[in-house]
């Protein structure tokens, strides 16, 4: 009986892994696109003799190791071995260790079919194809057999070694998983009944909706039993998701709580973040000839790995400091870690995104992966962002300004038929069926041929031109997609011109594909309801549960009072500002101590802020400006101490309406004065009329506006109650707050009670 195999690897991945030199070279020139390649590919075989091979099936094993692929093609005739790439522009600008790599796939091809058939030598090709002119360029050479077997078992045993680290790692990882013990003596109220639905929903490999108040422990009540199924699910990697950098950190922070468990945690996680937020030289471009971390980056790149991955944790600080260390890019360094680390802690659009890298990589490696998606009531307004393209007329026409000679007609037919759309459109704002199709094929003219020069001529083009080349490439590729699920709009400005927007309401049918290739997903939030809403509108599978935890928290510590005789509706906003700021002063007065205020927008804010200070100066008051930085965020947060007094406003929907965290004395009331419903516009109506289309007349309304605006409401109030010992008061300042619909949405730990302002009569 033969040796059993123990790891396996494909051709490509083995010579990525091994044989990748030189610089980290990122200067963007277009490549073909995943069918043009094929098309390559079919286009050179049809051109070779009837006895020729193509995808031939090869394997062989060296020490255990299973290496396997498909060469692109073989001639019997000739005994030559080709592998086949595709390209555009000048063949000189393929990087030099772009063809190292390329050699090096062809080599190992070589070796495997001189064993399988005992061919004392062979002859080798690189054939790179130009899909502009159709061109072949070939270069060859002829190797031994022994030639190609000293290379291969090379190769193998660089990758054999890293395998062998790589298996006694996961063994090591899984057995310490398989023990790893809740952190805490006892679970929290809810948070056991959590963790309970998370483990079935990992171990049965199925979505789970989970809504669970603030506080409770979510994050360890989420991670802990996804960890625990690690082993007997045999999961390669787990994804937390998170909207913000505070759900970055409580993540980061509660897996360091878990991997306290033992010294050196044969855990590894990563923290990635977005490049503009670990780029060293912001001024350079990402190339070896600019940057010196780009320079030798594959050279250095198996060190810096090693090096970052014997010390488990990887948050940016570490990653950073091993990238220095090493002189390599951070964020790349990152990049590579993320095919390497247990747990990847990372924005959503990483995996949710067109292009997300970890998305990219599920499908290329096969691994079984489980999603935790933080906060995931915000998954839907980021998803749809993510699937919208916009074109405006004003950048369009700067760049028609500064377009190489070769761009001048494909531009100009398209103006031409932007402004025959201007001159059809009557509203300032209006709805198509669709993008017209003779708009799109000028567009897409445009872009294959902005494809073509860019790949002619790298360098020495306008930020602009590229910014209206990725722009125009995502309108055309929604443009092919678009569905029910979007909308096609002009919108007219005097002082911009217009812009047209291919723009997703309903981010499902993107987003469903990325749900089923995971092997588990929980989706927790403390606003999470009504489960349809984020169901229909997510593409979560028909059978996904839901669940409303139990919340830690009893109605006697948040007195929650809704004013039922004052409306702030946008007709009533002037009248509502004297009893609001009565209101404040009220309850900061009888239990002074720190409250924020909520309103609808900046104006609603200013003029109550105003309001307050004129008839009672003696309040401390400050506020959250429009286009706030990171430290004066912080500092507007600094200001909530345990030894402080005043009221903080805020907009609800912003940066202080979710994801802070103010226990005990640094926050005990909330005044909310709105429903924080989304504007009554013309694009809030067409998204409802489409809502109405595709789930149904009763649910038009609430999709666009009433969940959306309660969800801003329930998580600003949840500010408040951030421990068990915490009591506080929160005012829900609308006379709507007491309709019977409304109060359904609201937590069922709620106890509301109705509550009536002396209001001045009103004078006409």
Request: charged residues 20%; aromatic residues 12%; hydrophobic residues 40%.
């Given at each position: 009986m033969g040796r059993r195999l123990k790891y396996q690897v494909a051709v490509r991945a083995l010579c990525e892994f091994t044989a990748k030199v030189g610089d980290l070279d990122l200067r963007f020139t277009p490549s073909p696109t995943a069918q043009e390649g094929m098309a390559g590919h079919a286009i050179v075989v049809a051109r070779r003799g009837p006895g020729y091979v193509p995808e031939l099936p090869l394997s062989g094993e060296h020490q255990g190791l299973l290496v396997r692929g498909r060469a692109d093609g073989y001639d019997p005739e000739q005994?030559?071995?080709?592998?086949?790439?595709?390209?555009?522009?000048?063949?000189?600008?393929?990087?030099?260790?772009?063809?190292?790599?390329?050699?090096?796939?062809?080599?190992?091809?070589?070796?495997?079919?001189?064993?399988?058939?005992?061919l004392p030598e062979i002859n080798l090709a690189v054939v790179y194809f130009n899909v502009l002119t159709q061109h072949e360029t070939a270069f060859h050479q002829s190797l031994s057999a022994d030639e190609l077997q000293a290379f291969f078992t090379l190769q193998c045993s660089r990758y054999i070694h890293w395998a062998q680290y790589e298996q006694a790692h996961r063994l090591r990882r899984d057995q310490s998983l398989l023990n790893l013990k809740f952190p805490h003596p006892e679970f929290r109220s809810g948070q056991r009944q959590l963790a309970n639905a998370v483990y079935r929903a990992a171990r049965d490999g199925h979505c789970l909706m989970a809504q669970a108040t603030t506080g409770i422990g979510k994050t360890l009540g989420t991670l802990f039993p996804q960890l625990k199924a690690f082993a007997g699910q045999k999961l390669d990697r787990l994804f937390f998701l998170t909207a913000k950098t505070p759900g970055r950190r409580l993540a980061l922070d509660a897996l360091r709580t878990l991997c306290k468990q033992e010294a050196l945690m044969p855990l590894r996680v990563l923290e990635h973040v977005a490049r503009d937020k670990a780029c060293e030289h912001p001024d350079k471009a990402c190339h070896g000839d600019a940057c010196p971390l780009a320079k030798g980056f594959y050279d250095r790149l198996p060190a810096a790995r090693q090096a970052a991955l014997e010390g488990q944790w990887l948050d940016h600080a570490r990653v950073r400091s091993v990238a220095l260390a090493h002189?390599?890019?951070?964020?790349?360094?990152s990049q590579e870690l993320c095919r390497w680390?247990?747990?990847?802690?990372?924005?959503?659009?990483?995996?949710?995104?067109?292009?997300?890298?970890?998305?990219?990589?599920?499908?290329?490696?096969?691994?079984?992966?489980?999603?935790?998606?933080?906060?995931?009531?915000?998954?839907?307004?980021?998803?749809?962002?993510?699937?919208?393209?916009?074109?405006?007329?004003?950048?369009?026409?700067?760049?028609?300004?500064?377009a190489p000679r070769v761009m001048k007609a494909p531009l100009e037919r398209i103006s031409r038929h932007w402004r025959q759309l201007e001159l059809e459109q009557k509203l300032a704002y209006q709805v198509y069926p669709m993008a017209p199709e003779l708009f799109v094929m000028a567009l897409q003219k445009a872009v294959s041929t902005l494809t073509d020069h860019l790949s002619e001529q790298p360098a020495g083009n306008a930020t602009e031109l590229l910014h209206f080349y990725l722009d125009a490439m995502l309108f055309c590729r929604l443009a092919e997609a678009f569905g029910p699920h979007s909308l096609f709009d002009i919108s007219r400005d005097d002082n911009s011109g217009s812009t047209l927007c291919i723009r997703n309401i309903v981010p499902a049918p993107f987003l469903a594909p990325r749900f089923e290739d995971a092997h588990s997903c929980t989706l927790f939030s403390a606003t999470l309801s009504p489960a349809d809403y984020y169901a229909d509108l997510l593409g979560l599978p028909e059978d996904t549960p839901w669940i409303d935890v139990e919340s830690p928290f009893s109605a006697e510590q948040l007195q929650v009072q809704a004013i039922s005789n004052l409306s702030t509706r946008y007709a009533h906003r002037d009248y509502s500002l004297q009893p609001i700021a009565a209101l404040i002063a009220r309850q900061y007065g009888e239990k002074p101590g720190n409250y924020l205020a909520f309103f609808s927008s900046y104006s609603y804010l200013q003029a109550a802020i105003d309001e307050l200070r004129l008839a009672h100066p003696e309040i401390p008051v400050w506020q959250q400006s429009r286009q706030m930085g990171e430290a004066e965020r912080q500092g507007f947060?600094?200001?909530?101490?345990?030894?402080?007094?005043?009221?903080?406003?805020?907009?609800?929907?912003?940066?202080?309406?979710?994801?802070?965290?103010?226990?005990?004395e640094r926050l005990i009331g909330a005044?909310?004065?709105?429903?924080?419903?989304?504007?009554?516009?013309?694009?809030?109506?067409?998204?409802?009329?489409?809502?109405?289309?595709?789930?149904?007349?009763?649910?038009?309304?609430?999709?666009?506006?009433?969940?959306?605006?309660?969800?801003k409401v329930v998580q600003a109030a949840g500010r408040?109650?951030?421990?068990?010992?915490?009591?506080?008061?929160?005012?829900?300042?609308?006379?709507?707050?007491?309709?019977?619909?409304?109060?359904?949405?609201?937590?069922?730990?709620?106890?509301?009670?109705?509550?009536?302002?002396?209001?001045?009569?009103?004078?006409?």
């Open positions: 005994n030559l071995l080709e592998e086949i790439k595709t390209h555009r522009g000048d063949i000189s600008r393929i990087p030099a260790n772009h063809r190292l790599l390329h050699w090096a796939q062809a080599k190992v091809y070589g070796w495997l079919l001189c064993a399988e058939r005992g002189q390599v890019c951070p964020y790349y360094l680390a247990d747990i990847v802690v990372c924005d959503y659009n990483y995996y949710f995104d067109m292009g997300g890298l970890l998305y990219g990589l599920t499908l290329l490696s096969e691994w079984r992966v489980t999603l935790l998606v933080d906060e995931a009531h915000n998954l839907i307004e980021r998803a749809r962002g993510m699937y919208t393209a916009e074109l405006n007329q004003q950048r369009f026409e700067a760049v028609r300004s500064i947060l600094d200001r909530f101490t345990t030894s402080s007094r005043g009221i903080g406003f805020a907009v609800l929907g912003g940066a202080f309406g979710e994801g802070i965290d103010l226990p005990g005044f909310i004065a709105t429903l924080g419903l989304p504007q009554i516009n013309p694009v809030n109506e067409q998204v409802k009329l489409r809502m109405e289309a595709m789930f149904g007349d009763n649910k038009g309304y609430g999709y666009t506006y009433l969940y959306p605006g309660l969800q408040v109650i951030r421990t068990v010992q915490d009591q506080g008061v929160v005012y829900l300042i609308d006379d709507r707050f007491n309709q019977p619909a409304i109060r359904k949405l609201l937590p069922t730990w709620w106890k509301v009670d109705r509550f009536r302002l002396p209001l001045k009569p009103v004078h006409s």
